[in-house]
């Protein structure tokens, strides 16, 4: 009895530990990132056409970040 009661609760564990890992890895790989204009201090988002501009080297990996540099979000792609 008491056996069968432990291997439940490690397995309940488990079960618990493997639900909660796809969404803190996917909270960390899933941020995404931004691309900042240096000259026009303007950010965008994946996908924007203007994400891989030449001007684009700030990388931002939240929007507020993005904001708290300065850059103003696209108006296009709203980041
Ligand atoms: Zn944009």
Redesign the pocket.
């Known amino acids: 009895m008491e056996k069968t009661l432990k291997a439940d609760v490690v397995a309940a564990w488990l079960v618990l530990l493997i639900l909660a890992m796809p969404t803190s890895i996917a909270a960390e790989s899933g941020a995404s990132v931004f691309h900042g204009n240096t000259t026009s201090k303007v950010f ?2 994946v996908g ?1 056409r ?2 891989n501009c030449s001007k684009c080297t700030a990388l931002f990996h939240t929007r507020q970040s993005a904001l708290e540099a300065g850059y103003r979000p ?1 108006k ?2 709203k ?1």
């Open positions: 965008h988002r924007c203007h994400y696209c296009i792609c980041p």
